[in-house]
């Protein structure tokens, strides 16, 4: 089963694409960066911890 790479911030709808810095939880919750500071790298949704997600590669984008 392949990663869902989620295309916005939940909370403040930032766009992110595949090669953007993103975090995620177990849940693949999707936050940007700045909100996953603000939110201490807790997930609102779960209270799972917040992960970098990872990166493809840009040539299979």
């Known amino acids: 089963m392949a ?3 989620k295309d916005g911030c939940e ?3 930032t ?3 595949a090669l ?3 975090f995620i939880c177990t849940y693949e ?3 940007c960066t700045s909100c996953t500071a603000t939110m201490e ?3 609102p949704n779960c209270g799972g911890e917040l992960v970098r ?3 493809r590669r840009a040539d299979s984008v």
């Open 3 to 5: 990663l869902e790479m």
């Open 11 to 13: 909370r403040c709808e």
């Open 15 to 17: 766009r992110l694409d």
């Open 20 to 22: 953007s810095e993103a």
């Open 29 to 31: 919750c999707t936050f």
């Open 41 to 43: 790298h807790v997930c």
């Open 53 to 55: 997600r990872p990166r």
